[in-house]
């Protein structure tokens, strides 16, 4: 079935480190790709999407490209700032004929310091 | 534009107790969700609603039920809680994604249960 195997946390960086966070997915087809975030006693929102092969989803200078041979979605970003830790979650595909049903899991928790 | 609201943001029961939690979205959505966050755990699918008028269990339905009040309201009852049920819940909610595939979920501030 489907799932997504997801670096374990938590990373630790200092301010302008380089960040990457590994996701790599298995599916049937090749759906849609997630990276949601969860700030502080928050709940999650999405950071960015990508909707095929070679797409390169982008926000608040994150980025994760869609890479088909490899089956990854790796998050990453070229100077992190403190505000960005949290927990980062790569959202797996839904199992097959599993609707909408996001399972995700533990997430690669995230600590920024100056 | 609220997006999703969840109440109550915080609440202490005693074993056996019981309580709803309350889920409202003004986004239209047809499908909403109820999870469960635990520390190490990740998040976990409790229960879904595809559109009004239907439910379905998720990953970890037991000692839970829920009702789809209307469009707009997905509510998640305890029956008699238990300490396991020590949590914060969030519900969500998104449009209905057509077959094959799914669309990004719209997350509530959470409601943290603590069940002595």
């Known amino acids: 079935g489907n799932s997504v195997t997801q670096m374990e946390g938590p990373v630790t960086l200092s301010e302008e480190a380089f960040l990457t966070i590994n996701c790599t997915y298995t599916a049937t087809g090749y759906p849609s790709l997630f990276w949601y975030v969860q700030y502080p006693g928050e709940g999650l929102q999405l950071l960015l999407k990508?909707?095929?092969?070679?797409d390169k989803g982008s926000n608040k200078g994150f980025e994760a490209t869609y890479r088909k041979e490899t089956t990854s979605f790796h998050l990453e970003k070229g100077s992190v700032q403190v505000s960005d830790s949290a927990v980062y979650f790569c959202?797996?595909?839904?199992?097959?004929?599993?609707?909408?049903?996001?399972?995700f899991g533990a997430g690669t928790r995230l600590a920024v310091h100056p | 534009n609220a997006g999703v609201t969840q109440t109550p943001k915080f609440q202490v029961l005693k074993t056996g107790q019981s309580m709803t939690l309350q889920c409202a979205q003004d986004m239209n959505h047809n499908s909403m969700y109820w999870y469960r966050q635990d520390p190490g755990m990740g998040l976990r699918l409790i229960y879904y609603?595809?559109?009004?008028?239907?439910?379905d269990k998720g990953e970890v339905p037991n000692g839970y039920n829920v009702s789809r009040l209307n469009k707009r309201e997905f509510s998640l009852r305890l029956e008699s809680a238990a300490p396991s049920q020590t949590s914060v819940y969030f519900c969500?909610?998104?449009?209905?994604?057509?077959?094959?595939?799914?669309?990004?979920?719209?997350f509530g501030p959470g409601t943290r249960l603590t069940v002595l």
């Open positions: 990508a909707t095929k092969a070679d």
């Open positions: 969500a909610s998104s449009e209905e994604p057509l077959a094959g595939s799914y669309n990004e979920q719209f």
């Open positions: 609603s595809a559109s009004e008028g239907t439910t």
């Open positions: 959202a797996p595909p839904p199992k097959a004929g599993g609707y909408n049903k996001l399972i």
